[in-house]
């Protein structure tokens, strides 16, 4: 890899633990990756929580788990 475009958070953990988003993106630094901590509080909304000079954006985009999980089993089970 020649670097990162972009780092999305989503489903459980990455779309509600902010503790958890700051800590890996402070490891990423080296990278240019520079998280806001202003817009980082926040937990279900799909936004950029990356700063505005940060090199890589960060985005927070909410999933819905069970409705995924369900959409591969029916089309696992109309595969067979």
């Known amino acids: 890899m020649n670097g990162v475009d972009a780092i999305v ?10 503790g958890m988003r700051d800590v890996i993106c402070n490891d990423l ?29 960060i985005l927070l985009i909410p999933t819905n788990e069970e409705f995924m999980i369900a959409r591969d089993t029916y089309n696992i089970v109309n595969a067979l």
Do not use: M, Q, Y
């Open 29 to 57: 630094g080296n990278l240019g990756i520079k998280l806001d901590l202003v817009k980082n509080k926040v937990r279900g909304k799909e936004t950029i929580i990356s700063r505005d000079d940060s090199r890589v954006k």
């Open 9 to 18: 958070f989503t489903a459980g953990v990455g779309e509600n633990d902010i």
